[in-house]
T-cell receptor, first 111, second 115 residues
């Protein structure tokens, strides 16, 4: 079945550092890919998405590119802030059916 | 944007009692509803999928008689945890899917603590 693998955390960075969180997926068909963010004590929020190969999703300075050849959707941000501290989930959804989530990567950003 | 509400946001109950969690899509209609649970510092685990007016489909290992799901309308779904036990303590998240654009949105979650 479909699955998502993302790098284990926690990831600890200093403010203004560059962030990469790796995500790879296995899926049948042509999935849409997502990054969700969960701030402490809150529910999931959609951060960005891409629906086809080579699409780049972006939001709030975060970016991820749908790479079909490497089945990857790595999340990047050029300069993180303390307020970016959260748990990030990579996810895939095929054919309008259920969303499959990765295990989540916790990010800590130090001032 | 789409707004999803869950009620209550936090509940403590005694072992053996039942708890009902409501999920509402406030500005869109949802034919399909997904219910997830999330343990501390873990990912979301899909519990069941329901379509409006139909019985829910439960994932393997999820007891359908314990977690009762009702999806009576396009804007409301409920999850009832029956005869709750401490091991049912978790964060429950509903996720309605917009019937028009097939976008999946997430509620803010309900934290259940069973004592």
């Amino acid at each position: 079945g479909d699955s998502v693998t993302q790098m284990e955390g926690p990831v600890t960075l200093s403010e203004e550092a560059f962030l990469t969180i790796n995500c790879t997926y296995t899926a049948t068909g042509y999935p849409s890919l997502f990054w969700y963010v969960q701030y402490p004590g809150e529910g999931l929020q959609l951060l960005l998405k891409a629906t086809k190969a080579d699409d780049k999703g972006s939001n709030k300075g975060f970016e991820a590119t749908y790479r079909k050849e490497t089945t990857s959707f790595h999340l990047e941000k050029g300069s993180v802030q303390v307020s970016d501290s959260a748990v990030y989930f990579c996810a895939t959804k095929t054919g309008g059916f259920k969303t499959i989530f990765g295990a989540g990567t916790r990010l800590f950003v130090k001032a | 944007g789409a707004v999803v509400s869950q009620h209550p946001s936090w509940v403590i109950c005694k072992s053996g009692t039942s708890v009902k969690i409501e999920c509402r899509s406030l500005d869109f209609q949802a034919t399909t509803m997904f219910w997830y649970r999330q343990f501390p510092k873990q990912s979301l685990m899909l519990m069941a999928t329901s379509n409006e007016g139909s019985k829910a489909t439960y994932e393997q290992g999820v007891e359908k008689d314990k977690f009762l799901i009702n999806h009576a309308s396009l804007t409301l779904s409920t999850l009832t945890v029956t005869s709750a036990h401490p091991e049912d303590s978790s964060f429950y998240i509903c996720s309605p899917e917009d019937r028009e654009f097939y976008e999946q949105y997430f509620g803010p979650g309900t934290r259940l603590t069973v004592t």
